[in-house]
T-cell receptor, first 110, second 114 residues
Framework: NAGVTQTPKFQVLKTGQSMTLQCAQD?????MSWYRQDPGMGLRLIHY???????DQGEVPNGYNVSRSTTEDFPLRLLSAAPSQTSVYFC?????????FGPGTRLTVL | ELKVEQNPLFLSMQEGKNYTIYCNYS?????LYWYRQDPGKSLESLFV?????AVKQEGRLMASLDTKARLSTLHITAAVHDLSATYFC??????????????FGTGTLLAVQP
């Protein structure tokens, strides 16, 4: 039982490049979320999903897309990376009042 | 817009001392979380507080929730170096069933000095 996994752990992009951050969970949870963490700040919600086929925007959705075709996977897509998207990204699932966070992806956009 | 404020933002304390971290939030919520984060690591769940007056304790940490005052506290008793970390509170602004739309405070960086 791996819990919540994220790949890659680290990534460097150039401005304008696109990429997908992967998140997978094996706990069969319906709720999944993406957060970003910037220095000196708490986590901010980017997008979330309450089940396969259902997604919605959080606090800071601009520049990011998500889809949820299966219960297990919730990828986050950066369509055209910008330096302002340099951050640490955490995926999380929720079940019965508890949140489970993945290990994070550290992204740098040059 | 829901805001969650923590104070202090930075806390340097000596081993053996007691201190409290405060978490204020700006709208009604019955669900508050405390997390610990070590440098370069993910978030570790400490406490989930689900009702007014809830109090939970684990080791040297005790958390409480006052929903009427919109205030949660994390009390540290007889601090030890191993407690050095960043502590976050987070609020679920929705009622009813827990969701995954947490609003986080900015965190409190705790440094326990020998």
């Amino acid at each position: 039982n791996a819990g919540v996994t994220q790949t890659p752990k680290f990534q460097v992009l150039k401005t304008g490049q696109s990429m997908t951050l992967q998140c997978a969970q094996d706990m069969n949870h319906e709720y999944m979320s993406w957060y970003r963490q910037d220095p000196g700040m708490g986590l901010r919600l980017i997008h979330y999903s309450v089940g396969a086929g259902i997604t919605d925007q959080g606090e800071v959705p601009n520049g990011y897309n998500v889809s949820r075709s299966t219960t297990e996977d919730f990828p986050l897509r950066l369509l055209s990376a910008a330096p302002s998207q340099t951050s640490v990204y955490f995926c999380a699932t929720t079940s019965y009042n508890e949140q489970f966070f993945g290990p994070g992806t550290r992204l740098t956009v040059l | 817009e829901l805001k969650v404020e923590q104070n202090p933002l930075f806390l340097s304390m000596q081993e053996g001392k007691n201190y409290t971290i405060y978490c204020n939030y700006s709208t009604t919520s019955d669900r508050l979380y405390w997390y610990r984060q070590d440098p370069g690591k993910s978030l570790e769940s400490l406490f989930v507080l689900l009702s007014n007056g809830a109090v939970k304790q684990e080791g040297r940490l005790m958390a409480s929730l006052d929903t009427k005052a919109r205030l949660s506290t994390l009390h540290i008793t007889a601090a030890v170096h191993d407690l050095s970390a960043t502590y976050f509170c987070a609020v679920d602004p929705t009622g009813g069933v827990a969701t995954n739309k947490l609003i986080f405070g900015t965190g409190t960086l705790l440094a326990v000095q020998p």
